[in-house]
């Protein structure tokens, strides 16, 4: 059987055979195989002639077990890209980059997708600039007052989009709803939503059937919006808003406190034009080769301007003077 010898071995097992074996002298023998009088005096003490293992005894991972039981649970909840996984991870995970997380989900046996997830995410890349993912998710509680932060994002462009609210109310979401209406520059066609009381009377009804009658809906209607409900009991259905929410507050709320609602506000409109135009997101590198949303904007734009309803350059263009409106610059 041919024996593997480690890379940088300069002996092989019959000469360390014979270093075992002879009473010539260390330096003769040194001088004999060409080695140092130190790799001799090694092998006469051993009792053996093959290659030990070059790995370490103790193994030292940059994450602790808790990181990567966070990791892997993300993972196979979500089977994010690994790329997207990175941009989830790291805001909550410091220490985290591609390199180790990939190393996790190796250790793990799940750095392959399931070919039934692969399908699912080949599915959803179809869509074109117009599907928003909506939520409301809670902010702390400042000056005795609770936040709510209403949330949208383009499933094509990643295009974020937030406003903060006193109430989680219907009204609000109509509000909110115009306020996306006159942000995105594209025509929005479809709006996926939890069953929320304040997106849905699903759940009023005994038949738990949509009425047609929420004030919601009625919007949705009037602007030929296609609204569309996740299942009961499934958060993980508008996973892509329900992940941008721990994005946002991982950097904004509980990186930071505020004295007031006002400081909060300030520093969350400076999140969402980083996030916009400064923030890489590896799903768009992955699919259309851009980096930020505002490149992916641009992509789609050029691709298929018809789809707008006025260019792309508007949206920086509204960002920054609404910025300037509140004082944040």
Request: glycine share 4%; net charge positive; aromatic share 10%.
């Amino acid at each position: 059987m041919q024996q593997n010898y480690h890379v940088n071995a300069n002996t092989n097992s019959h000469s360390r055979a014979i270093i075992r074996n002879t009473n010539t002298t260390n330096i003769n023998l040194a001088q004999r195989f060409e080695v140092s009088t130190k790799t001799i005096a090694k092998w006469k003490k051993r009792d053996f002639v093959t290659d030990k293992t070059s790995r370490p005894k103790t193994r030292h991972h940059a994450l602790s077990e808790t990181e990567r039981e966070i990791i892997r649970v993300v993972r196979t909840l979500t089977w994010l890209k690994l790329d997207d996984l990175t941009d989830t991870i790291s805001t909550a995970v410091p220490k985290a980059n591609r390199s180790n997380i990939y190393r996790t989900l190796k250790h793990f046996g799940i750095n392959q997708m399931p070919q039934e997830q692969k399908q699912q995410a080949s599915t959803f890349k179809e869509y074109e600039p117009g599907y928003l993912h909506i939520d409301v998710t809670y902010l702390p509680k400042l000056e005795g007052k609770k936040q709510y932060l209403f949330v949208a994002i383009d499933r094509a462009t990643r295009v974020l989009y937030f406003e903060v609210y006193e109430y989680k109310t219907a009204a609000n979401a109509v509000d909110f709803l115009k306020a996306c209406k006159a942000f995105y520059p594209f025509v929005i066609t479809h709006i996926l939503t939890d069953n929320g009381l304040e997106f849905t009377d699903r759940f009023v009804n005994k038949n738990k059937c949509v009425s047609g009658n929420h004030k919601f809906d009625k919007i949705c209607s009037i602007n030929e919006i296609e609204h569309r409900l996740t299942q009961p009991a499934t958060p993980k259905t508008n996973g892509m808003v329900e992940r941008v929410n721990g994005t946002i507050k991982n950097a904004t709320v509980k990186a930071t406190t505020y004295q007031n609602i006002d400081e909060m506000k300030q520093d969350l409109a400076k999140f969402l034009i980083f996030y916009n135009f400064n923030r890489g997101h590896g799903g768009l590198r992955k699919e259309i080769k851009v980096r930020t949303p505002y490149e992916a904007l641009e992509y789609w734009y050029n691709l298929k301007p018809d789809l707008f309803i006025r260019e792309p350059d508007m949206l920086r263009k509204l960002v920054f003077v609404n910025r300037e409106q509140r004082g944040e610059t």
